[in-house]
């Protein structure tokens, strides 16, 4: 399993408070032993709105899980070319907009950092968004080079909005089924209808703020769902593609020191 969604929360690393929330720690060492008997080969360790542009907890998270694992950061819109590479060199393969929560560059920003990323250095770009909010945002991200959304987007009501853009070709985190507001399985069954390579299923370790956490049974909820063919496209097969996850192994092959940005 690649495990697509995952949050590291390290004190001896900067942490921000969100509307008065600051995480307990969840070390990429807990992590590990959390998911021990998952399967995991892989994942994507997704910076949140209380890591604001801090990127040492990252880069130190990555070295800790291995060549399997990519970082999903935030950046401010004014990163330099080089600090993209740098991190692209340590494993970094996305930049978030947290729409919903904040720490991140704001959505203004959205078409012209995404679009710099990527030219730079292939990234995509991930959105934490209510689904609801949309059709505000479709004209530009059904024009960017790459992009996906967290959550499944969070609200039935925006579900419609979520597969125009899936039919367009947005990928979806199947993450954080304890956050939405409607049956998981059809909704799963919706986005894989409207394109296969869609879904990229994730534990959303550790659930922070979730009104569910993540159970070991979200993993048998996404096969049961699906079935064995696009249950096991959205569990591996999906997310590796789309993070470059045979290019990141490759890199560290030739270079074992690379996910610390040396």
Do not use: C
Request: proline letters at 6%.
């Amino acid at each position: 399993m690649f495990d697509a969604h995952l949050h590291i929360i390290d004190p001896r690393f900067p942490l921000i408070e969100n509307d008065g929330y600051l995480p307990p720690a969840f070390t990429a060492h807990d992590y590990l032993r959390r998911v021990a008997a998952l399967g995991v080969t892989g994942g994507a360790v997704v910076s949140g709105s209380f890591q604001g542009f801090d990127q040492s907890y990252l880069l130190d998270a990555l070295r800790v899980l291995g060549p399997g694992f990519v970082g999903v950061t935030q950046l401010p819109a004014s990163v330099a070319d080089d600090e993209i590479v740098r991190l692209d060199a340590a494993g970094v393969r996305a930049v978030r907009f947290n729409v919903r929560r904040g720490g991140s560059a704001s959505i203004t920003e959205l078409d012209s950092l995404a679009r710099r990323v990527h030219d730079v250095a292939g990234w995509h770009a991930e959105l934490y968004v209510d689904a609801r909010d949309l059709p505000d945002l479709a004209a530009t991200i059904e024009h960017l080079p790459a992009v996906s959304i967290d959550h499944l987007g969070l609200s039935s009501e925006g579900l419609p909005h979520l597969l125009k853009l899936v039919d367009r070709g947005i990928r979806v985190k199947a993450t954080g089924f304890g956050r939405v507001d409607f049956d998981v399985p059809s909704a799963l069954r919706a986005v894989a209808a409207a394109n296969p390579s869609a879904l990229m299923f994730g534990t959303d370790l550790p659930s922070t703020r979730a009104p569910r956490p993540f159970d070991d049974e979200d993993v048998a909820l996404v096969v049961d769902a699906l079935g064995p063919e696009l249950g096991a496209a959205a569990l591996s097969g999906n997310a590796t593609a789309f993070y470059r996850i045979t290019r990141r192994r490759q890199d560290h092959k030739n270079n074992p020191g690379v996910e610390t940005g040396r």
